[in-house]
C-alpha cells in the first residue's frame, strides 16, 4: 500500500514537496509513478522513477519545475514541485509500476494540492 502526503494550499509560485511511502514493506516494483487529477478532468501523468536506477521522466507540462526521487532506505519517493501554477491545482497520487510504464498498482488514496492567489 502507498501513501501519500504534503499536499496544502499554497500561491502561485510556491514549493511544495509531496511524499509517497510504502507502508508494511520494501517497495519492491520497477518504478514508482506520479498522477493527478483535476477537478472534472482525467487523471494525468505527472513523473516517474525507476527505483533501482533512478531514471526519471516528466510530463512536459511539469518538465522543469517538478523533481521526483526516492530514498530506498525508507521506502518512499518524493515529487518536489518548484514553481506552482493555477493549474497544478489536483489530487496527487502515486502508484506501483512495471517495466513498461503503460501498468500500476497499489495506488494511494492521493494528497491534494491547491494553487491560489
Known amino acids: 500500500q502507498l501513501v501519500e502526503s504534503g499536499g496544502g494550499l499554497l500561491q502561485p509560485g510556491e514549493s511544495l514537496t509531496l511524499s509517497c511511502v510504502a507502508s508494511g514493506g520494501t517497495f519492491s516494483r520497477f518504478r514508482m509513478g506520479w498522477f493527478r487529477q483535476a477537478p472534472g478532468k482525467e487523471r494525468e501523468y505527472v513523473a516517474t522513477?525507476?527505483?533501482?536506477?533512478?531514471?526519471?521522466l516528466y510530463s512536459d507540462s511539469v518538465k522543469g519545475r517538478f523533481t521526483v526521487s526516492r530514498d530506498e532506505a525508507k521506502n518512499t519517493g518524493y515529487l518536489q514541485m518548484n514553481n506552482l501554477k493555477p493549474e497544478d491545482t489536483a489530487i496527487y497520487f502515486c502508484a506501483a509500476g512495471d517495466i513498461t510504464g503503460k501498468h500500476y498498482t497499489n495506488w494511494g488514496q492521493g494528497t491534494q494540492v491547491t494553487v491560489s492567489s
Open positions: 522513477i525507476e527505483w533501482r536506477r533512478g531514471r526519471t
